[in-house]
């Protein structure tokens, strides 16, 4: 809930092409609603600048620590809520399988992960923070998933 990395790419063909990406922060100071709150307006805000046909979202990983778990669950539902408000189809991906179609192996380590997307997009820099690097490494994996297989 800190952190809600985005990006956007455009997808033409086989071809992408970086347009934005951002993360969307929210401090411990403000409760759990207005930090909801903070992110469903920012990310109404991102929909309603760049207009996206689709998104790709990272489905919801449970590690040891299932409290943290459930505040992402609460951030991801403003997301889903809003995409669905707006009728933007979203395609979930494991985090797994975006590492996969980025990197090339299911275990890429996080920085990994941010250099690939950097080359893949040819970025000058590395896409900071992670989670806009992961946003962006989420509609690459989509968009790739999405393309047309050739025979």
Not at 23 to 35: L, N, S
């Amino acid at each position: 809930m800190a952190f809600t990395g985005w990006g956007v790419l455009e997808c033409s063909g086989s071809r992408l092409r970086y347009i934005a990406h951002g993360c969307i922060e929210t401090g411990p100071e403000k409760g759990r609603g207005e930090r909801l709150l903070y992110i469903q307006r920012s990310f109404l805000s991102i929909l309603k600048t760049h207009k996206p046909a689709a998104a790709a979202m990272e489905s919801l990983f449970f590690g040891k620590n299932i409290s943290s778990a459930m505040f992402v669950a609460e951030a991801r539902g403003v997301l889903l809520a809003a995409l669905s408000a707006h009728n933007i189809p979203v395609m979930e991906l494991a985090p797994n399988a975006i590492k996969k179609a980025v990197v090339g192996v299911a275990t890429a380590e996080k920085k990994q992960v941010q250099e690939m997307v950097r080359v893949i997009l040819g970025l000058k820099e590395t896409p900071r923070p992670d989670h806009s690097a992961d946003a962006l490494g989420a509609a690459i994996c989509a968009a790739h998933a999405r393309m047309p297989k050739e025979t």
